[in-house]
């Protein structure tokens, strides 16, 4: 799933974060202290799971593509936390109001809740990381069998001779075909498939 869509939502939608929402690589390249100032939010991957096959003929899979809000909010007016545990709950309020049921690309479903957790809590900041998925399929055009289907060379037509056999045809003297084709010729008839 692409996060820039999500981290552009996040700062157009939620003016708390006064447009402090990075990605995943500015999460990665974090140490013990945020770059951004609190409150602020990083929106970082998570795994995609993928169900079994649809068909045995088919490349048809459902993906649950699983990203994070991880949030950091200040901790230091309240050392004990409890004003800190309110600004989570209420933060989780927000991000649902910007998040669920909205649609990060056509390719996905809406977006669902999959949970929080607690990831850090000291003296100066409390980090806290929502959890979130969207659904989207793998299809045929998204695997090899597309890719080899668009190498083949172009199919401009066939030529089909048929001999039916007519069961009350009183001449035919023997089963199965007597040797006259009924119609056939080229197909298209005229110009070509295009």
């Known amino acids: 799933m692409e996060l820039e869509p999500i981290i552009e939502a996040l700062r157009t939608r939620l003016p708390v974060f006064g447009n402090r929402v990075g990605g995943a690589v500015q999460f990665k390249a974090l140490g013990e202290k945020s770059t951004l100032q609190s409150p602020c939010a990083y929106v970082i991957p998570l795994d995609d799971n993928a169900s079994e096959r649809k068909a045995g003929n088919t490349a048809r899979q459902e993906i649950t593509d699983g990203f994070a809000v991880v949030v950091v909010m200040s901790n230091k007016p309240d050392e004990k936390g409890q ?75 066939l030529d089909v001779q048929l001999d039916a056999i007519e069961p009350f045809d009183p001449n035919r003297g023997a089963t199965g075909p007597d040797g006259r084709n009924e119609t056939g010729g080229a197909w298209p008839r005229t110009g070509s498939l295009e």
């Open 83 to 157: 004003g800190s545990a309110l600004n989570a709950h209420n933060m989780r309020t927000l991000l649902w109001a910007a998040l669920l049921g909205w649609c990060p690309s056509e390719e996905y479903d809406p977006i669902v809740y999959e949970g929080g957790q607690l990831m850090k809590l000291d003296r100066a900041e409390m980090w806290f990381q929502y959890e979130f998925s969207a659904m989207t399929e793998i299809t045929d055009a998204d695997g090899w069998r597309n890719t080899e289907l668009n190498g083949l060379p172009h199919f401009d037509g």
